[in-house]
């Protein structure tokens, strides 16, 4: 990548923040946590999270961003709440009431110009990552599980929501709390396809 694309970027971000030093003339980003591969400059952090954001614009918030580069060891923790601490204290992104984010306009133009520098396979981990956390907090919100504690085992019911009622109400045994807590995280993942499975199931000996 051209260096005087990168250095647009970059000009354009302290342009826009109150950050004085150059982000590419600091140290190495922590690395505890992150895997071989992983974002190992504090500038490829503030250029992922730009990327990031620019991409999911305004469905991504600060806490997804953070849980996503953790899940997949992309970046420090440290590092990651670092750069969004700073990006949004200066201006390049904003955050909605509803904790969404949003890159600067200005900004945002030339956000293209500089992903090549981000390796793909990285880019392409971090989008999912964040795709999957979202769709897992908005299936959290709109579809209820409750585990309900039996004499000898556990009940989890899991209720799949339709537009003005439920579209299924499943209930599953299991002897344990821990195995009760598994089946409502694989639920919450994606409850739409275990609904799938079962009405597939039920009708594929149709003729």
Do not use: W
Request: net charge negative; with cysteine; aromatic share 4%.
């Amino acid at each position: 990548m051209d260096n005087d694309k990168i250095e647009k970027l970059e000009k354009k971000l302290e342009e826009n923040s109150a950050i004085q030093s150059n982000p590419r003339l600091q140290f190495d980003a922590f690395m505890a946590g992150v895997k071989d591969g992983g974002l190992r400059t504090v500038s490829t952090v503030h250029l992922m999270v730009c990327y990031i954001v620019s991409t999911l614009s305004g469905q991504v918030t600060a806490d997804v961003i953070v849980q996503a580069m953790a899940e997949g060891q992309i970046a420090n923790h440290f590092e990651v709440t670092n750069a969004l601490s700073r990006l949004q204290a200066s201006g390049v992104i904003t955050e909605a009431p509803d904790g969404g984010l949003s890159i600067n306009e200005n900004v945002n133009a030339d956000i293209e110009l500089v992903e090549i520098d981000l390796p793909y396979t990285l880019r392409k981990t971090a989008i999912h990552l964040c795709q999957k956390i979202i769709a897992k907090e908005t299936y959290r919100r709109e579809n209820k599980v409750e585990i309900l504690k039996n004499e000898t085992n556990f009940t989890v019911v899991m209720h799949i929501n339709g537009p003005q009622s439920d579209l299924m109400t499943l209930s599953v045994l299991a002897p344990t709390m821990q195995q009760a807590e598994m089946i409502k995280e694989k639920f919450i993942t994606d409850p739409v396809k275990i609904y799938e499975s079962v009405i597939n199931s039920i009708f594929s000996n149709e003729e």
